[in-house]
């Protein structure tokens, strides 16, 4: 089978499924309204204003937590990592917090830092600097000596040294933990705007729900999995640039 | 990682940790929002005696077992499908891509809609969480069979049923079971998750009761309970593996 | 003459790979009697288990024919059973030896009679010892034996073996040589065998043909006029061992210039 054939017939599956669904579907089905149904419903929350204020509201929280988490963890990781006995020490510890599923630190970080604008961003970050900062020590930890000592040999100074030999190093494992962080920050938001009742995707789900919107539950899943695809491929992007900007340190 | 230090430096830190934990907790003035260890330790054993968390807890396990086995029951047939029919395979390619990364919270809604506020919520979302890492799990498992056994199957005239039995299932189990464990893990955090927003029971339920009910102790205290539920299970599950598999030390 | 087992007219392979399409063998003209024992030997790359792997029904010829027992065949005929030289990657780690050995015909045998089956498969390559062990505890020679006698263990008529004795060492190989010929003597099976080594080529085989070039090609066959019965020490001392030897070197370094 030939690429064309190939990409056909992978394509032929969904929309074979979405045609048939959309030509025998019931339109007015509370569980399972056809294709057709979730397009106009969307254009429906479009003209109202939702879907977008709904979408941005969702993004900004990814995307900035995801930022704060990156930078957060990066500097623990980094501090961490940088000693092998603080590494060690802190092993145990950081296996059992990561045991801990993000998504339940938000009741109880709803709790303790109450309802706000504030309150998504940082929940979402606590809940996603994880993966960043567990890769980021594992990064610095396997950094060569040789290299560290090459470092002081040549006398370079302490900002060249962070440029020329910490940061290409570690920047893979940056860049490997934000590309766990992401989509597990998309998790954590809609929950967040779930439980918190926060403007979002997760909210007008809700809603949609309550009000039995079979249509508009499925344009919104849609809408969280654009979201996603589009989340990931960024972040990919980014893993693909950096990479041919690092090959050797990239995997 | 077996680390040279001494384990006592390992278990410093944690003991450190509480022991700041509870000085900062005492000094709150006011109404305090953060309940300090001994105060979550007394709630977590007021709440086990009383029956109640056991009972969350054995619901949270018993739904993360039955979304688990069926996982098992759909994922194997379907990824060993998968890695043998490469036409099989590469229709679903897209589909799967495109399935796989919904999150389990956006689909409880829609599951709310269809079986409301139940079980049955919980174990459908569940299972479409996590039967994912079965399914790539059990096809890698077969994609990378090594040709000669194969070619082994047929020049010893095995039939299909038999082969598929006693050849081919057996040395794709290494890859299976690394899916199915990743499975396990995945069915106990999203029946937690989908407790919190779709069905009134288990851990998850109790945890986000106990937040809106703004008992924070009692929060802390079923946060703490579903992590230790978390490691409890994972670590059963490797010994049963450990006890149960002996031979699969024998493979390489 | 022997009834035919194998024939091949004409056949020619060709394969594709990513850097093109390559013909491995062509115009190969072959006969292969019941109960012979066919040594195969030849230079790398020419087509040595391309030929033996289109005996052994996991290639089509794409081109003449090849035929078993008179008949065309897709797949792996009745009665030929193949034994690879990558034992490690041929038999079940999870499986004990009679495990293994079991393998071919517990669906079709049981109870006492596949404990028999089993047994006898065994004794032919002198495991018996070891039937309760795993694969992995068992060094490369018994290894090998251990894929033999599940090969055994179904009563071929035909046993494709592609350099089984490749791995291992001067003695074990000297032991399993002496053995397999019994074993040949025994069942009456047809054998054919490829090695790069000479000696073991002529010491073995009633008939020995030489592939050569690339595309493969049988450049040259050989009868070593040797006796039904032979030893390690004496008939590598006979006449017609030395005899046959030479020329199969000479000849095949002469196809290789």
């Excluded at chain 1, 930078?71 to 961490?80: D, E, I, K, R, S």
């Excluded at chain 2, 288990?202 to 230790?228: K, N």
């Excluded at chain 3, 495990?99 to 404990?115: M, R, T």
Aim: glycine share 8%; charged share 15%; hydrophobic share 50%.
């Amino acid at each position: 089978m030939n690429k064309m054939s190939r990409g056909l017939l992978s394509l032929a599956t969904p929309i074979a499924l979405l045609g048939v669904w959309g030509a025998l579907g019931d339109p007015a089905s509370p569980v399972a309204p056809p294709p057709q149904t979730w397009l106009t419903q969307a254009a429906v929350m479009l003209a109202a204003g939702d879907l977008q204020l709904a979408v941005l509201a969702t993004l900004k929280t990814v995307l900035l937590s995801t930022l704060v988490a990156g930078m957060a963890g990066t500097v623990m990781g980094a501090t961490l990592g940088a000693r092998r006995a603080v590494s060690d020490t802190v092993a145990p510890t950081l296996e059992f917090l990561r045991s801990i599923p993000p998504p339940t630190i938000v009741p109880v970080a709803m709790l303790l830092i109450g309802a706000g604008t504030g309150l998504d961003i940082t929940v979402v970050a606590l809940a996603t600097v994880w993966p960043v900062m567990l890769n980021v020590l594992q990064a610095t930890r396997s950094i060569h000596p040789t290299l560290i000592s090459t470092g002081h040999t040549l006398r370079l100074s302490p900002w060249s040294r962070v440029r020329n030999i910490y940061v290409p190093c570690i920047l893979p494992g940056v860049i490997a933990g934000l590309r766990v962080a992401a989509p597990l920050a998309i998790i954590v938001a809609l929950l967040v705007e779930m439980l918190a009742t926060r403007p979002g995707i997760g909210r007008l789900l809700l809603t949609a729900q309550r009000d039995f919107d079979a249509p508009g539950v499925f344009a919104l899943l849609l809408t969280v999995g654009l979201i996603g695809v589009a989340v990931n491929g960024a972040f990919e992007w980014l893993e693909r640039s950096a990479a041919r900007r690092l090959p050797n340190a990239m995997r | 990682m077996t680390p040279r230090l001494p384990q006592t430096r390992q278990w410093l830190l944690p003991a450190a940790l509480l022991v700041a934990w509870q000085l900062a907790a005492t000094a709150q003035e006011g109404p305090s929002i953060l309940p300090s260890p001994v105060e979550i330790g007394q709630t977590l054993l007021e709440t086990l005696v009383s029956g109640r968390l056991p009972a969350d807890a054995l619901h949270t396990f018993a739904a993360a077992i039955a979304s688990w086995v069926i996982c098992l029951l759909i994922g194997i047939p379907l990824g060993m499908a998968l890695g043998s029919a490469e036409r099989l395979r590469v229709a679903l390619s897209l589909f799967i891509e495109l399935l796989r990364p919904l999150p389990a919270v956006a689909l409880i809604p829609l599951a709310i809609l269809v079986f409301g506020f139940s079980w049955q919520t919980e174990i459908t979302v569940t299972v479409f969480a996590s039967v994912w890492p079965l399914i790539l799990a059990s096809r890698s498992g077969i994609e990378r069979l090594h040709p000669r056994i194969l070619e082994v199957v047929s020049t010893l005239h095995l039939r299909r049923w038999h082969a598929l039995r006693c050849v081919i299932t057996p040395a794709a189990f290494r890859q299976i079971l690394v899916g199915a464990k990743l499975s396990f893990s995945l069915c106990l955090v999203v029946s937690v998750v989908a407790e919190m927003v779709g069905n009134p029971a288990g851990l998850g339920w109790g945890l986000v009761s106990a937040q809106e009910a703004m008992r924070a102790s009692e929060t802390f205290a079923y946060l703490f309970a579903i992590g230790i539920l978390g490691v409890c299970a994972n670590c059963a599950l490797d010994f049963a593996v450990k006890h149960l598999f002996p031979g699969l030390a024998q493979g390489n | 003459m022997n009834a035919s087992v194998f024939c091949c007219e004409q056949a020619e392979v060709r394969l594709t790979s990513a850097s093109g399409e390559k013909t491995i063998l062509q115009g190969i003209d072959l006969n292969i009697g019941r109960g012979e024992f066919l040594c195969m030997v030849g230079g790398s790359g020419t087509g040595k288990t391309t030929l033996l792997r289109a005996l052994g029904g996991f290639c089509a010829p794409t081109g003449g024919a090849v035929f078993y027992e008179g008949a065309a065949f897709s797949g792996p005929p009745a009665g030929v059973v193949t034994v690879f030289q990558d034992y490690g990657n041929a038999l079940l780690p999870w499986r004990t030896v009679r495990g293994n050995v079991a393998l071919g015909i517990e669906e079709q045998v049981s109870g006492a009679a596949l404990d028999d089956r089993i047994d006898a498969a065994l004794a032919m390559v002198g495991l018996q010892q070891a039937a309760r062990e795993y694969p992995a505890k068992l060094s490369g020679g018994m290894q090998q034996r251990l894929q033999i006698a599940r090969a055994l263990a179904l009563q071929p008529k035909v046993l494709l073996m592609d350099e089984p004795f490749g791995a291992l060492d001067a003695m074990t190989k000297a032991k399993l040589q002496d053995q397999l010929r019994h074993i040949q003597a025994s069942t009456g099976a047809t054998i054919v065998f490829i090695t790069h080594d000479v000696d073991e080529a002529v010491y073995l085989g009633d008939r020995v043909i030489l592939l050569a070039g690339s595309p493969g090609r049988i450049a040259s066959e050989l009868r070593p006029a040797l006796p039904a019965t032979r030893d390690q020490i004496s008939t590598k001392e006979m006449p017609e061992y030395l005899h046959a030897r030479h020329e199969l070197l000479e000849r095949l370094h002469g196809a290789a210039r």
